[in-house]
Nanobody, 123 residues
Framework: QVQLKESGGALVQAGDSLTLSCAAS????????MGWFRQAPGKGREFVAA????????FYAVSVKGRFTISRDNAKNTLYLLMNSVRPADTAMYYC????????????????WGQGTQVTVSS
């Protein structure tokens, strides 16, 4: 069973850039489509971005498209989320998640989750 660990969360100012990382324990990392989700206080878990196992397919939430970039390095078993031009509305706990087969916007379809990393954006 793959284990995921996020890192890179921080307190930043609006307009800054930040890169989140998600390290996977499995050498079979390429078996998994990966996604980033976030959850703000008092809100449900929200889709951010997803990528297929070899990176050929990516898609984003409308709220982050053009500002965030998902990528992966399969040789390092690591998923990334580059966050540019961050806004206070991006403040949330960010989670990475893994699933077999195709990537999805639906959190309920992901089988494996990390513990999360906190991103706080001040105005």
């Amino acid at each position: 069973q793959v284990q995921l660990k996020e890192s890179g969360g921080a307190l930043v100012q609006a307009g800054d850039s930040l890169t989140l990382s998600c390290a996977a324990s499995e050498r079979t990392f390429t078996s998994y489509a990966m996604g980033w989700f976030r959850q703000a206080p008092g809100k449900g878990r929200e889709f951010v971005a997803a990528m297929s196992s070899w990176g050929h397919t990516t898609f984003y939430a409308v709220s982050v498209k053009g500002r965030f970039t998902i990528s992966r390095d399969n040789a390092k078993n690591t998923l990334y989320l580059l966050m540019n031009s961050v806004r206070p509305a991006d403040t949330a706990m960010y989670y990475c998640a893994a699933k077999t087969s195709s990537p999805s916007r639906s959190s309920s379809l992901y089988d494996h989750w990390g513990q999360g990393t906190q991103v706080t954006v001040s105005s």
